[in-house]
């Protein structure tokens, strides 16, 4: 199917490598930050939706 | 250190919920009259303010704006401010923000009936309008950003990249969309013509359902679902790299809403190929939200609010993996121009931003006036009646897709078109219309139901405007931070991540409009293609106002059974004059690219007068009005010197004599038309428009006569 699809495609191809290749490259970036990143930190920012320092929820506040 | 004391500002919250809520109605109502309209013309009450053309803008626009619009800007005042431990920057700019976004619905619901529109979709309003929305944007942005600064968490959460890419990105297609040069106080010409309006146009509208349908929704999907189900998202990391890939990929999908015009093949096969890539970040958002509910689905049967979430997320799966599917040139051939895109468009915002706003309104109001829902069972009631008032729009919208896409390409054993009418088509599907409304009319229905549920928590409860809060104030950063990890300094960085978000939607944006907007043999000329003349070009503008655009394409794509229908495929360099482009994306009826010369004068004034008398069975409204208002002949100067500032290529100083040329030519259809019997004088709008209709797509015959 895909080769089917990439003979079928019209005009110049350069583009569409080259916007697949940029693609690729910020898409592997961006993985690669994500491995490196602290599951300490990764709980903490998780975690912060549920903290909302009313009133009601005041016990859930950092120290 | 002691904590700050602050109040949340829950005022400005329940304003924007109130607008969600009544914008919704009127939205939606208007929706429901248009669809009757596909049935029953007569339903336009025999108004030239109420026809479908007109009309047909305000519901989009009221829906995509002012309900949609409204819901984001509740759910990001509310969640902001919590998400960042602060009331928001200033409430003289939430005012502002509030009574600006309400000013320019208004301005909608006057001018688009009145025909004022630019005729771009989702961006027809004027160019008074596009300024006051982008003050009122800008407005919204100092006070989002305001309020990121002073915050007293650290960090930012993943919803709010969402908001900040939604701002920033919004911003972007706003401004490039809207270039357009006036011609006086409520008419102006986009600057770019033909394929290059084009693909600006469908650069910002597909990049409008990206950035205003979308990203707004997945950052409240990431507070509001935690919220509702009191459990962090499934997946942090997965929010990071579904974030960063979708912004960078949706910008580029645009083109597949012009899949087999003239755009150049490159630019096509790039949108579709980053549409199919799509569904991988689109997907990742969906099922990240999905599988929050893991383990606590026991929650999901007692509570509406995650009800509504758990269907939004799966119309929303639904939308974006039909999205790549109809951006396949295979079956984009049968599906675009048809109603399976109107179905398409409609599980997305009925499912995803309908029920994603109801379940939100439903979790907040009660919050914000400490109190419970007043009725659980009215919101059960409206849940089940949304859910099928989704299905009975869109199964029968789906079905009269095919039928008719299918229909429309059907040849018989001899080799000619099965279905040579066009409107015999239009009529196999009139049951499904009818069907679509009650769907409409059900969904609508639990709208109401769910207003006056609101109203009545409301009223048991009472309004916290200012919610008290507590949170330590943010210490200065320690030497250490400077060995953070990229991305978690991101995080702290607002104006960064702005930057960051900016840089990957440019990327996109140039590489793909940036060839065709400046390399001019991506658009080769064609020597007999001459601008419209004067009477032309005022009915060209008549063709806009009444909104002709919203029904007939002017674009015939390179099929068998389009050229067979409608005449020769449609060419670049036909549209060079054409600001702004008139293509069309849906085709409720034929195509007009090669109308001109197909009638007579007189089969065009009695089929505007009465679209029956021509065509038995037609849903076309009648457009009587023409025949008696007077053409206004005081604006044709300021239009071709507008023209000619554009590189129209007018003779120098032709705008002085231009209103003479236009008295000829409407002269001479006058006298044709008395040749049938059929008095009227030269200066009626009717005679402009059959001027405009006649000539289009004649330029290329002219040429080929020339040639032989």
Known sequence: MFRQFTEHIQGNQVYLLFSLFIFLVFFIVVTLLLFRLRKQHVDYMSDIPLQDCTEENINLLEP | ?708
């Open chain 2, 1 to 708: 250190m002691q904590p700050d004391k602050f109040y949340y500002d829950n005022k400005i919250v329940r304003n924007f919920g109130i607008a969600t809520v009544i914008w919704g109605i009127i939205g939606m109502l208007v929706g429901l009259i248009v669809a009757i309209q596909l049935y029953k013309p007569e339903m336009n009450m025999h108004n030239q303010y109420t026809t479908f053309g007109r009309v047909r803008p305000l519901h989009t626009n009221a829906v995509i704006f002012a309900f949609v619009g409204n819901a984001i800007f509740m759910g990001i005042y509310y969640s902001l401010q919590r998400l960042m431990k602060a009331r928001m920057f200033s409430d003289v700019l939430s005012k502002i923000h509030f009574w600006g976004w309400q000013l320019i619905i208004v301005s909608a619901v006057i001018t688009l009936p009145l025909g004022l529109t630019t005729s771009h979709e989702y961006a027809e309003l004027e160019w008074p309008i596009d300024i006051l929305i982008t003050i009122v944007w800008v407005v919204f942005g100092i006070n989002m950003f305001g309020t990121i600064i002073k915050r007293r968490e650290r960090h930012i959460y993943v919803a709010v990249w969402f908001y900040i890419a939604t701002f920033v990105t919004i911003a972007v297609l706003h401004i490039v969309n809207s270039v357009e040069i006036p011609v006086s106080f409520f008419k102006s010409y986009m600057v770019f013509a033909g394929v290059q309006d084009a693909l600006v146009q469908w650069w910002y509208g597909h990049n409008a359902v990206a950035f205003f349908l979308t990203t707004p929704y997945l950052g409240m999907m990431y507070y509001f679902l935690p919220k509702m189900a009191n459990r962090p998202i499934y997946s942090y990391k997965l929010s990071i790299l579904h974030f960063w890939a979708l912004i960078f990929i949706y910008i580029w999908a645009g083109p597949h809403h012009l899949l087999y015009t003239t755009l150049p093949g490159w630019a096509q096969s790039l949108g579709v190929v980053f549409s199919v890539m799509l569904i991988a970040p689109s997907w990742g958002g969906m099922i990240n939200g999905l599988l929050t509910l893991r383990g606590a689905w026991d929650k999901v049967r007692d509570d509406v609010t995650l009800k509504f979430m758990v269907v939004g997320l799966t119309a929303y799966g639904m939308a974006t993996f039909e999205g790549p599917m109809l951006s396949l040139k295979q079956v984009n051939a049968i599906g675009h121009f048809t109603d399976w895109i109107i179905a398409h468009v409609h599980v997305g915002a009925l499912g995803w931003n309908g029920f994603l706003t109801f379940a939100i309104l439903y979790w907040l109001v009660p919050r914000i006036y400490k109190t419970e829902l007043y009725s659980k069972k009215m919101a059960s009631f409206h849940f089940w009646i949304g859910t099928l008032g989704i299905l009975f729009y869109a199964i029968p919208m789906y079905w009269a897709g095919f039928t008719q896409g299918l229909m429309l390409k059907e040849f018989t054993p001899e080799g000619i078109l099965k279905y040579p009418s066009f409107l015999e088509t239009t009529m196999r599907i009139l049951p499904m219309h009818v069907m679509r409304s009650v769907g409409g009319a059900l969904y609508l229905t639990g709208v109401i139901v769910m207003a006056y549920n609101l109203y009545k928590t409301a009223v048991q409860g009472k309004l916290v405007a200012n919610e008290a809060a507590e949170a330590m104030p943010l210490p200065k950063l320690n030497p250490e931070a400077g060995t953070e990890r990229w991305h978690r300094r991101l995080e702290r960085k607002p104006i960064w991540f702005l930057i960051a978000s900016l840089i990957v939607i440019l990327i996109g944006t140039f590489v793909e409009l940036m060839p065709t907007l400046t390399i001019s043999s991506n658009i080769p000329t064609i020597a007999s293609v001459k601008p419209y003349t004067p009477l032309e070009l005022q009915g060209r503008d008549i063709y806009i106002r009444e909104g002709c655009v919203n029904c007939h394409s002017q674009t015939v794509r390179p099929f068998r059974s389009e050229t067979e229908r409608y005449g020769e495929y449609s060419k670049a360099g036909e549209f060079v004059y054409d600001h702004p482009f008139l293509w069309g994306s849906k085709r409720t009826g034929p195509d007009l690219q090669r109308e001109g010369g197909k009638y007579g004068n007189s089969w065009h004034y009695n089929h505007l007068m009465d679209p029956r008398l021509m065509s038995p069975g037609s849903i076309m409204p009648n457009y009587d009005w023409l025949i008696t208002q007077k053409l206004d002949t005081t604006s044709t100067a300021a239009k071709i010197r507008a023209m000619q500032k554009l590189g129209v290529p007018y003779p120098a100083g032709y705008d002085k004599i231009a209103n003479q040329d236009l008295d000829k030519q409407a002269k001479g259809i006058s006298a044709d038309l008395a040749k049938d019997h059929i008095k009227v004088k030269s200066n009626k709008e009717i005679v402009a428009i059959i001027a405009y209709l006649q000539r289009l797509g004649t330029d290329i015959k002219a040429g080929k006569t020339a040639n032989n």
